[in-house]
């Protein structure tokens, strides 16, 4: 069972325990105001465009029908911005105010993750490391499946953290449906359940935490017998190219934090250090490792056994874990040298993400 850590002298960022979930709260609502803001300032590309063009002034039977004929489509998120979308009927603000709303709740669920990690006074370091990342606030604002989707792996990775923390049948069913929301928004979400059932089992949880996977996974079953056939005519009328060449690996680290080589490699090397230096027990941090190891094979060796081209988007759930490692890597240098490393990095996020904002 994961305990929390003692809190080092003069580590602590917002106080007592009570000051520290208010300062979350306003945390949470300020990042919301933020991505208020930008939202507006990017139009919809064309994938979003599609996503809505199969959600606004159509039933849902027929926006069910549009995502099953999708390679990998999947109808949570259909279905939730199809209500929620022509419920206010704007399809633009509407769409964004829903992506904003999943992003708010992914940030919510990764403090969440982190104080049950042990590092219950620490959360704003990977909170802002997360919110400044310039893949994370891309997705922040997208109306498309991967916000959701996102925020439903984080807030199953927390889950699992508090059902090994107190098992129990009441906890793992609230793990289970968390979960299988998540792979209804998104499929390579069965990729973090083979990340938490290689964790859990041989813990004390581990019989209600394989038991949970096992029903999630079996959940979707009815949705892929129904949307595989459709899925395969679409693949093989596409021709996609190989889901995998020698130059993938490059991109993985070009794309994977949206800031090119530098910013990704400087990611890896903080976390890197953090794993082996953070107070985090070692349980939480085999945790944050298998969430970002497991996936990254089991995506390449999905598309290439579907014959799906791959795209960085696909490994989102590796950045959360991410960023927990690395600010763990940065608390454990030197306060200098520490400080000129949070100020590159930062400027370097920002860069980043106003080209972003500027490009049309």
Same mark, same amino acid.
Request: aromatic fraction near 14%; charged fraction near 10%.
């Given at each position: 069972m994961?305990?929390?850590?003692?809190?080092?002298?003069?580590? !602590?960022?917002c106080?007592?325990?009570?000051?520290?979930?208010? !300062?979350?709260?306003?945390?949470l609502?300020?990042?919301?105001?933020?991505?208020?803001?930008?939202?507006?300032?990017?139009?919809? @590309?064309? %994938?979003? $465009?599609?996503?809505?063009s199969?959600?606004?002034?159509?039933?849902?039977?027929?926006?069910?029908?549009?995502?099953?004929?999708?390679?990998?489509?999947?109808?949570l998120t259909?279905?939730?911005q199809?209500?929620?979308?022509?419920a206010?009927?704007?399809?633009?603000y +509407?769409?964004?105010?829903?992506?904003?709303?999943?992003?708010v709740?992914g940030?919510?669920?990764?403090?969440?993750?982190?104080?049950?990690?042990?590092?219950?006074?620490? @959360?704003?370091?990977?909170?802002?490391? &997360?919110?400044?990342?310039?893949?994370?606030?891309?997705?922040?604002i997208?109306?498309?499946?991967?916000?959701?989707?996102?925020?439903?792996?984080?807030?199953?990775?927390?889950?699992?953290?508090?059902?090994?923390?107190?098992?129990?049948?009441?906890?793992?069913?609230v793990?289970?449906?968390?979960?299988t929301?998540?792979?209804?928004s998104?499929?390579?979400?069965?990729? $973090? =359940?083979?990340?938490?059932?290689?964790w859990? &089992?041989?813990?004390?949880?581990?019989?209600?935490?394989?038991?949970?996977?096992?029903?999630? $996974?079996?959940?979707?079953?009815?949705?892929y017998?129904?949307?595989?056939?459709? @899925?395969?005519?679409?693949?093989t009328?596409? !021709?996609?190219?190989?889901?995998?060449?020698?130059? =993938?690996?490059?991109?993985?680290?070009?794309?994977?934090?949206?800031?090119?080589? @530098?910013? =990704?490699g400087a990611?890896l090397?903080?976390?890197?250090?953090?794993?082996?230096?953070?107070?985090?027990? %070692?349980?939480?941090?085999?945790?944050?490792?298998?969430c970002?190891?497991?996936? $990254?094979? !089991?995506?390449?060796?999905?598309?290439?056994?579907?014959?799906?081209?791959?795209?960085?988007?696909?490994?989102?759930f590796?950045?959360?874990?991410?960023?927990?490692l690395?600010?763990?890597?940065?608390? +454990?240098?030197?306060?200098?040298?520490?400080?000129?490393?949070?100020?590159?990095l =930062?400027?370097?996020?920002?860069?980043? %993400?106003?080209?972003?904002?500027?490009?049309?």
């Amino acid at each position: 069972m994961l305990q929390p850590r003692p809190a080092a002298a003069g580590t !602590s960022v917002c106080g007592n325990g009570r000051l520290n979930k208010l !300062s979350a709260k306003w945390f949470l609502a300020l990042y919301a105001c933020v991505l208020c803001c930008l939202a507006p300032l990017r139009p919809l @590309w064309l %994938d979003e $465009v599609l996503q809505l063009s199969d959600c606004y002034h159509n039933s849902l039977w027929h926006t069910i029908d549009r995502v099953a004929h999708n390679p990998g489509g999947v109808p949570l998120t259909y279905v939730v911005q199809n209500i929620f979308v022509n419920a206010l009927g704007h399809p633009f603000y +509407a769409a964004r105010l829903l992506a904003i709303l999943w992003a708010v709740g992914g940030m919510a669920s990764l403090i969440w993750l982190v104080r049950l990690l042990g590092v219950s006074s620490d @959360w704003l370091w990977p909170a802002l490391a &997360y919110a400044l990342l310039p893949i994370s606030l891309r997705y922040a604002i997208e109306a498309r499946q991967y916000g959701p989707a996102l925020a439903l792996g984080v807030c199953a990775t927390a889950l699992l953290l508090w059902l090994d923390q107190q098992p129990g049948w009441s906890r793992a069913v609230v793990y289970v449906f968390v979960l299988t929301l998540g792979i209804y928004s998104h499929p390579y979400i069965c990729f $973090v =359940t083979l990340a938490h059932m290689a964790w859990a &089992y041989r813990r004390p949880a581990a019989r209600y935490v394989l038991t949970a996977c096992a029903i999630s $996974v079996l959940l979707f079953v009815p949705w892929y017998l129904f949307a595989r056939s459709y @899925w395969l005519e679409d693949v093989t009328r596409s !021709s996609y190219p190989s889901s995998f060449a020698w130059k =993938t690996p490059l991109m993985i680290l070009h794309e994977l934090s949206g800031g090119g080589y @530098w910013l =990704t490699g400087a990611m890896l090397a903080l976390a890197v250090y953090g794993y082996r230096r953070s107070q985090i027990p %070692d349980s939480g941090k085999q945790l944050l490792l298998l969430c970002i190891l497991v996936p $990254v094979p !089991s995506v390449l060796v999905a598309n290439t056994l579907f014959r799906y081209f791959f795209a960085i988007r696909q490994l989102l759930f590796i950045v959360p874990p991410l960023c927990v490692l690395a600010t763990e890597g940065l608390r +454990a240098i030197e306060n200098r040298a520490r400080l000129v490393i949070v100020i590159a990095l =930062t400027i370097g996020a920002l860069v980043y %993400d106003v080209r972003w904002f500027k490009l049309n």
